[in-house]
Each structure stands twice: as C-alpha cells, then as structure tokens.
C-alpha cells in the first residue's frame, strides 16, 4: 500500500513558476515508477508527465515539453514537478500517481495508487 500527499499548487500569474512536491509512504517508494496527471473542470484527467523509478527515463506530454520537469528523490520518497512558464491552460487539479508496474506509462488506468490532488491556477 502506498499513500501519496501532494503540496505545492497555489495561485500564479501567466509566466510564473511553481513546484509540486508528492510524499509517498512506504518502503518501496524507490521501485515505484510515479506519474502527474491533471484535470481541469469539465474535462478528463490527462498525463502529464511519468519518471521511472530509477528516475533515469521520463516522458511528457506535448504542451509541457520544455516547461515542466519530473524529478525524484528516492531517500525522501518524494517526486517533484517543476513547473515553468506557466500559462493558463495549465489551470488544474494535478495528481501524483503510483504504480506497480515495472515501467513509466501515460495511461491513468494503469497507476495503481493516487493522491487527492493539489490545485492550481493560472491567471491571465
């Protein structure tokens, strides 16, 4: 069983920056390989960006390519998202996401454990 908390959404001006951090319970966080998804109102929940779990491969989703950046510290059990740039599309409820699975993947249904999401918002 893993727990997942994300922090660090707030709000934030076009071109501004955040960080989002995900603690993670549990002694295998380090075999974990560990996502961020994100929804906007009215729309499904969509990837965002994945790390393995040794934290050497990481892929992103289109609009965030050059922007964003996963990163994880396996001795605090902890996975980050840079956020850089930000524009108001990026306006969401974002999750930190876990699987068992020995890869990083883009598809939701195939995380495991999910945190309950930190907000934020971009303003134009």
């Known amino acids: 069983q893993v727990q997942l908390v994300e922090s660090g959404g707030g709000l934030v001006q076009t071109g501004g920056s955040l960080r989002l951090s995900c603690a993670a319970s549990?002694?295998?966080?380090?075999?974990?390989?560990m996502g961020w998804f994100r929804q906007a109102p009215g729309k499904e929940r969509e990837f965002v960006a994945t790390?393995?779990?040794?934290?050497?491969?990481?892929y992103y989703t289109d609009s965030v390519k050059g922007r964003f950046t996963i990163s994880r510290d396996n001795a605090k059990n902890t996975v980050y998202l840079q956020m850089n740039s930000l524009k108001p599309e990026d306006t969401a409820v974002y999750y930190c996401?876990?699987?068992?699975?020995?890869?990083?993947?883009?598809?939701?249904?195939?995380?495991?454990?999910w945190g309950q999401g930190t907000q934020v918002t971009v303003s134009s």
């Open positions: 790390i393995s779990a040794s934290g050497r491969i990481s």
């Open positions: 549990g002694r295998t966080f380090s075999s974990y390989p």
């Open positions: 996401s876990a699987r068992s699975g020995p890869s990083p993947t883009k598809e939701a249904q195939t995380y495991d454990y």
